[in-house]
């Protein structure tokens, strides 16, 4: 009798090792009605799969193992946890996510507490200035300003910004404003380093060699502008 010839195994694709999860590759798990490819016989899980936000929130996990697989943790952190918000109906998908969910958790970098206080902001402002993101400090200072107009400290923060991206106008108009609200920042702007770029500007000697106010004190509880490095 002549022998048949055995069928050919499909190879398989190999999954993305992940690691220092588990200590090894992150495995991706068929989803009935869609990932596995395979009928279903059971009725529940036939409904769920013709359902429309079934559909999404599959798409959506699919693309959280995808980032998942790239180490990616943070992005997939993003998408697992928009299946569980926007889909609460979709239960059987939820057990599933939670697994990689506590992963990503494991390994996302935490991210950076956005300033809120006057004091927060004007902290920020000072170390984006001495890291040279003067766009960064800016932004910072302008939301003080905007929540205490008369904040001198702020104000001549937002000098040295500008003078530093060679914006001379801006620089002088803000320095102008916290001389006026506190006249010893002209004693600190003759000597500070910062405004150099200012040095040959004719509004900005005239603002220093403008006769000196009553000078008000300084709040100490402000911190002070540290130096940028040079």
Known sequence: MTKRPQPKLKAQTPVTTASG???GPVPRQPVEGRASGQPQNNSKSTSAATRPTYVEAVAIYEKGIEALQRHDFNH????????LRQYPEEKELHER??????IC????TPREAVPQSIEERLYASTLAINGGRYDEAISHLRLVRDEDPDNDHALYMLAVAHAQRDEPAEAVAHLERAIALNPENRALAR???????????EAFRAALDAPAGSARSIDRRRPLKARTAR
């Open 105 to 108: 958790e494991r390994h996302a």
């Open 21 to 23: 999860i588990h200590g």
């Open 191 to 201: 000597t500070d380093a910062d405004l150099e770029p200012l040095r040959d500007d």
């Open 76 to 83: 997939a952190l993003e998408l697992f946890q928009s299946v």
């Open 97 to 102: 996510v939670r697994l990689y969910l506590n």
